[in-house]
């Protein structure tokens, strides 16, 4: 019979088979055509079969008064516990109520004939079976009724289990398992599609895709979710391991009998089973193409047991392409495994048979070393190895030469190694480990930088006041080193107890132990001290302890010119010009500057030079030559820039040694003509390879000064006048200077580069003055028996520094010096002490 053509604007539905206009059918965005498969009369009529309450059940013809005794339960529906709670609460209510919603029955079907007279002889024969509304039927019975509303409808045995299924589904309460059974009967029993469940329960394709997908689930997994031991979630996510061995072990870590009774919550689980259980198809050593691996499995793209084939199972999975049977993926490794062996030994490649393999087994597989000498490139890299990376591969990266395959003598796997010292080798060769790394990112971290802080002047550097300050603390302290001593058992007593609890730092420059050293090591050091070491000792740890402290080097208190911080006072007394030192880190950075930029001009002149170079010989070479002979004008580009650079450097270090040859008086034009020579010579090296670089014929001034008494003095230039911080002067008597400071004596305790100095000349903080070098004399008492003197200078000793600025009288003169008689007064006792001439001052 020829096809009837559908018109344009009808469909054919497929329950009644009967082409309709459009407008008959309800929409569905889910379907192609946008439309349901069935027509609205057959949707009501499904409808009405699986809920007996609509008006399509009461249109189908009124309710009639069975009797009770007549009526048989269906051999299709579930058993109903007449026992149960809520059973006993409807026998209740129908007892005071009735039956208020009719029953709908069918004629017993003739196959149950003899089954039901059998049972039931002696009683009215049954004349029909229910469909659906069993409780209140047996409710109706237990309640003593006679009659109960039904409504008889003529079924087939295929719609009377949809009905009941649909019916039970419908039921508070059901669990997710006893929901997947009912869809599976529908399936199986009632020969309902699929995809077709979710229209006629009123339920989405992947809800009832997940609860049929809980079917797989082992008798474990099965006992455990009707328990409550396993939630829908967590039992979903192991009834998609096809592996039953899997399946239990997922069970024990989703119940926590494998967890020492810790359940896995579900994001864990999840995570638990894409680690050990789903295999990713994206990074697979076999073409998951490839049809013939594992015969009969077939190309991964298209087995069913890839997450992307069950979206609906898998919705909660972000990657497609992973493989849930691990089995099928093992066996596709090892097919591939043995292929690619087979074929490395037809090209003579180098290979390790099982049985050799055997012999070589090391005793254990730690850090990939199973096979005795060699490394597993894909093992976890061994930690003595100190390398990155979650394989000896990837730790090796782009240097991972071809490797040797090996067959594992148990597992028949084939592996691929490298010999130990070939790994070790390139690690060493390419940096690999990760001390290297980190040598080498904080090497480029610290050349990053000093590049950006190359951009800041020099005094907003933190290098420059590390440098400055480091230069200060290392003169300080080798003068101290030359300090008296005072009382030395309990300088040893005081540095002990520092030592205990205390910041022990600062021990270790000051014992000459360096920065890393035992607690212990410096106790002994310090038990062990002879006394005459112990004042040096305490005067080097007060200058290293001060250093530490919070704002030690703040600026307030280095121009501060009363009392000063421990810190600067042990600097003064060391002798230690601040100004000079910073002056000179100042120059020392300037010149590296310097260079720094003249080597990269080198640098990039010497690449441009190359470039040209090989281009050149690229164009006019012959065929084989151009790459030797770009090299070796690489290579000779490469020598000049290198001799350039050690000119520059030669050039710069004579310039600085110029510096400090510069004549008196050289003033701001010797500082130009030195600036200008060393740009003048730069520009020489940086224009003309190999050439001699000519040394500044001037030099930047600087001035310079002898250190302070009583430590060795190195004569440096201030003036036509020489001073030394120490040395006692007297104020000239001249109209420039205000009243109360002309004719003073007092004792220098620093300079500027300015040709000033401090002079202090009482014991008050404001008994100080900054004066220029011409204002002031040398001063020498002129001592004679009888004579009132003050003391303006004295030693280190705390029993020195007690006679600073007192008064008394000179009694006689003896070979160490003048005897001098200070009488009593409010702090201190008459007594007597010996003092040089210049450290006094003759009163008038």
Same mark, same amino acid.
Request: net charge negative.
């Given at each position: 019979?020829?096809?009837?053509?559908?018109?344009?604007?009808?469909?054919?539905?497929?329950?009644?088979?009967?082409?309709?206009?459009?407008?008959?059918?309800?929409?569905?965005?889910?379907?192609?055509?946008?439309?349901?498969?069935?027509?609205?009369?057959?949707?009501?009529?499904?409808?009405?079969?699986?809920?007996?309450?609509?008006?399509?059940?009461?249109?189908?013809?009124?309710?009639?008064?069975?009797?009770?005794?007549?009526?048989?339960?269906? #051999?299709? =529906?579930?058993?109903?516990?007449?026992?149960?709670?809520?059973?006993?609460?409807?026998?209740?209510?129908?007892?005071?109520?009735?039956?208020?919603?009719?029953?709908?029955?069918?004629?017993?079907?003739? =196959?149950?004939?003899?089954?039901?007279?059998?049972?039931?002889?002696?009683?009215?024969?049954?004349?029909?079976?229910?469909?659906?509304?069993?409780?209140?039927?047996?409710?109706?019975?237990?309640?003593?009724?006679?009659?109960?509303?039904?409504?008889?409808?003529?079924?087939?045995?295929? %719609?009377?289990?949809?009905?009941?299924?649909?019916?039970?589904?419908?039921?508070?309460?059901?669990?997710?398992?006893?929901?997947?059974?009912?869809?599976?009967?529908?399936?199986?029993?009632?020969?309902?599609?699929?995809?077709?469940?979710?229209?006629?329960?009123?339920?989405?394709?992947?809800?009832?895709?997940?609860? #049929?997908?809980?079917?797989?689930?082992?008798?474990?997994?099965? %006992?455990?979710?009707?328990?409550?031991?396993?939630?829908?979630?967590?039992?979903? @996510?192991?009834?998609?391991?096809?592996?039953?061995?899997?399946?239990?072990?997922?069970?024990?870590?989703?119940?926590?009998?494998?967890?020492?009774?810790?359940?896995?919550?579900?994001?864990?689980?999840?995570?638990?089973?894409?680690? =050990?259980?789903?295999?990713?198809?994206?990074?697979?050593?076999?073409?998951?193409?490839?049809?013939?691996?594992?015969?009969?499995?077939?190309?991964?793209?298209?087995?069913?047991?890839?997450?992307?084939?069950?979206?609906?199972?898998?919705?909660?999975?972000?990657?497609?392409?992973?493989?849930?049977?691990?089995?099928?993926?093992?066996?596709?490794?090892?097919? !591939?495994?043995?292929?690619?062996?087979?074929?490395?030994?037809?090209?003579?490649?180098?290979?390790?048979?099982?049985?050799?393999?055997?012999?070589?087994?090391?005793?254990?597989?730690?850090?990939?070393?199973? #096979?005795?000498?060699?490394?597993?490139?894909?093992?976890?890299?061994?930690?003595?190895?100190?390398?990155?990376?979650?394989?000896?591969?990837?730790?090796?990266?782009? !240097?991972?030469?071809?490797?040797?395959?090996?067959? !594992?003598?148990?597992?028949?796997?084939?592996?691929?190694?490298?010999?130990?010292?070939?790994?070790?080798?390139?690690?060493?060769?390419?940096?690999?480990?990760?001390?290297?790394?980190?040598?080498?990112?904080?090497?480029?971290?610290?050349?990053?930088?000093?590049?950006?802080?190359?951009?800041?002047?020099?005094?907003?550097?933190?290098?420059?006041?590390?440098?400055?300050?480091?230069?200060?603390?290392?003169?300080?302290?080798?003068?101290?080193?030359?300090?008296?001593?005072?009382?030395?058992?309990?300088?040893?007593?005081?540095?002990?107890?520092?030592?205990?609890?205390? =910041?022990?730092?600062?021990?270790?420059?000051?014992?000459?132990?360096?920065?890393?050293?035992?607690?212990?090591?410096?106790?002994?050091?310090?038990?062990?001290?002879?006394?005459?070491?112990?004042?040096?000792?305490?005067?080097?740890?007060?200058?290293?302890?001060?250093?530490?402290?919070?704002?030690?080097?703040?600026?307030?208190?280095?121009?501060?010119?009363?009392?000063?911080?421990?810190?600067?006072?042990?600097?003064?007394?060391?002798?230690?010009?601040?100004?000079?030192?910073?002056?000179?880190?100042?120059?020392?950075?300037?010149?590296?500057?310097?260079?720094?930029?003249?080597?990269?001009?080198?640098?990039?002149?010497?690449?441009?030079?190359?470039?040209?170079?090989?281009?050149?010989?690229?164009?006019?070479?012959?065929?084989?030559?151009?790459?030797?002979?770009?090299?070796?004008?690489?290579?000779?580009?490469?020598?000049?820039?290198?001799?350039?650079?050690?000119? @520059?450097?030669?050039?710069?270090?004579?310039?600085?040694?110029?510096?400090?040859?510069?004549?008196?008086?050289?003033?701001?034009?010797?500082?130009?003509?030195?600036?200008?020579?060393?740009?003048?010579?730069?520009?020489?090296?940086?224009? %003309?390879?190999?050439?001699?670089?000519?040394?500044?014929?001037?030099?930047?001034?600087?001035?310079?000064?002898?250190?302070?008494?009583?430590?060795?003095?190195?004569?440096?230039?201030?003036?036509?006048?020489?001073?030394?911080?120490?040395?006692?002067?007297?104020?000239?008597?001249?109209?420039?200077?205000?009243?109360?400071?002309?004719?003073?004596?007092?004792?220098?305790?620093?300079?500027?580069?300015?040709?000033?100095?401090?002079?202090?000349?009482?014991?008050?903080?404001?008994?100080?003055?900054?004066?220029?070098?011409?204002?002031?004399?040398?001063?020498?008492?002129?001592? #004679?028996?009888?004579?009132?003197?003050?003391?303006?200078?004295?030693?280190?000793?705390?029993?020195?520094?007690?006679?600073?600025?007192?008064?008394?009288?000179?009694?006689?003169?003896?070979?160490?010096?003048?005897?001098?008689?200070?009488?009593?007064?409010?702090?201190?006792?008459?007594?007597?002490?010996?003092?040089?001439?210049?450290?006094?001052?003759?009163?008038?």
């Amino acid at each position: 019979m020829a096809e009837i053509a559908t018109p344009v604007d009808s469909k054919t539905c497929t329950a009644c088979k009967t082409a309709k206009p459009v407008d008959e059918f309800s929409k569905n965005a889910s379907n192609a055509d946008g439309l349901q498969r069935h027509c609205k009369a057959c949707m009501q009529l499904m409808k009405a079969k699986s809920t007996p309450r609509t008006a399509a059940a009461a249109d189908a013809g009124a309710p009639a008064e069975l009797p009770v005794d007549q009526i048989v339960p269906s #051999l299709t =529906n579930r058993h109903i516990d007449e026992t149960e709670p809520e059973m006993l609460e409807l026998v209740s209510s129908v007892r005071r109520l009735g039956v208020l919603e009719p029953i709908i029955v069918r004629v017993l079907p003739a =196959n149950r004939l003899d089954e039901t007279a059998r049972r039931d002889a002696g009683r009215p024969r049954p004349g029909w079976e229910i469909v659906a509304g069993e409780r209140r039927w047996r409710a109706a019975r237990l309640a003593e009724l006679k009659t109960i509303p039904a409504m008889v409808r003529v079924l087939d045995d295929t %719609e009377v289990l949809e009905i009941q299924i649909v019916e039970n589904l419908q039921r508070k309460g059901l669990s997710e398992l006893e929901e997947a059974e009912a869809y599976h009967r529908l399936v199986e029993q009632a020969h309902v599609p699929k995809e077709e469940i979710g229209e006629r329960v009123d339920r989405s394709r992947s809800y009832v895709y997940q609860r #049929l997908k809980l079917l797989d689930l082992n008798p474990a997994g099965r %006992e455990a979710l009707r328990k409550g031991k396993l939630d829908f979630s967590k039992a979903l @996510i192991v009834a998609r391991i096809p592996n039953d061995k899997l399946q239990i072990k997922a069970l024990g870590q989703a119940t926590g009998e494998e967890r020492y009774g810790s359940p896995m919550s579900k994001v864990e689980l999840q995570q638990w089973v894409q680690t =050990n259980v789903m295999l990713s198809l994206k990074r697979t050593k076999f073409d998951i193409k490839d049809a013939t691996l594992n015969a009969g499995a077939g190309a991964c793209m298209s087995c069913p047991k890839r997450t992307g084939a069950q979206p609906d199972v898998f919705a909660d999975v972000d990657s497609p392409d992973l493989c849930i049977d691990t089995t099928c993926y093992r066996a596709k490794e090892k097919d !591939h495994d043995d292929r690619r062996f087979e074929e490395a030994q037809r090209e003579g490649k180098k290979v390790i048979e099982a049985a050799k393999a055997e012999k070589l087994a090391g005793a254990g597989s730690y850090g990939g070393k199973w #096979l005795a000498g060699h490394y597993d490139l894909d093992a976890h890299p061994d930690y003595q190895l100190d390398v990155d990376g979650t394989t000896l591969r990837r730790a090796l990266g782009k !240097h991972c030469p071809p490797p040797v395959l090996v067959k !594992h003598p148990t597992t028949g796997a084939v592996h691929e190694v490298l010999t130990v010292d070939k790994v070790k080798s390139l690690i060493a060769e390419h940096g690999l480990t990760r001390t290297a790394k980190r040598a080498a990112k904080t090497e480029a971290d610290a050349a990053e930088v000093k590049k950006v802080e190359r951009r800041k002047p020099i005094d907003e550097r933190p290098e420059y006041e590390e440098r400055w300050r480091r230069q200060v603390l290392a003169a300080a302290d080798a003068k101290l080193k030359t300090m008296d001593a005072i009382p030395a058992e309990l300088l040893r007593a005081f540095l002990l107890d520092k030592l205990s609890g205390y =910041n022990e730092s600062s021990f270790g420059p000051a014992l000459d132990l360096g920065d890393e050293f035992d607690e212990d090591q410096a106790t002994e050091r310090l038990r062990m001290a002879p006394e005459a070491e112990l004042p040096t000792i305490f005067l080097r740890w007060m200058l290293w302890d001060a250093e530490d402290g919070y704002d030690a080097w703040d600026e307030d208190a280095q121009a501060q010119q009363g009392p000063r911080t421990p810190l600067f006072e042990l600097i003064h007394m060391a002798g230690v010009d601040l100004a000079a030192v910073q002056a000179d880190v100042h120059r020392e950075m300037e010149s590296e500057d310097r260079a720094a930029d003249m080597e990269a001009a080198e640098a990039k002149k010497a690449e441009k030079a190359a470039a040209k170079a090989q281009k050149a010989s690229a164009a006019t070479a012959p065929p084989a030559a151009p790459a030797a002979s770009a090299r070796g004008k690489a290579r000779a580009g490469k020598t000049r820039e290198s001799e350039a650079r050690a000119g @520059i450097a030669d050039a710069l270090r004579a310039a600085e040694g110029s510096h400090n040859q510069a004549p008196d008086g050289a003033g701001l034009e010797g500082a130009a003509a030195a600036a200008a020579s060393h740009g003048q010579a730069a520009a020489a090296a940086a224009e %003309e390879e190999g050439a001699a670089l000519a040394a500044p014929d001037a030099a930047h001034p600087t001035l310079k000064l002898t250190q302070a008494w009583p430590f060795p003095t190195t004569e440096k230039v201030l003036s036509p006048r020489v001073f030394q911080i120490g040395d006692l002067v007297r104020v000239r008597d001249i109209d420039v200077l205000r009243r109360n400071v002309r004719g003073r004596v007092g004792r220098i305790t620093g300079t500027t580069n300015d040709g000033r100095v401090q002079l202090v000349y009482g014991p008050r903080s404001s008994d100080t003055v900054m004066i220029l070098v011409e204002h002031i004399d040398p001063y020498l008492a002129d001592v #004679l028996p009888g004579s009132q003197v003050r003391v303006l200078r004295t030693g280190l000793t705390m029993q020195r520094a007690a006679f600073e600025w007192r008064t008394g009288e000179a009694m006689r003169l003896q070979a160490d010096g003048w005897v001098i008689a200070f009488p009593a007064d409010g702090k201190h006792e008459a007594c007597e002490s010996t003092f040089g001439a210049e450290e006094l001052e003759v009163l008038p």
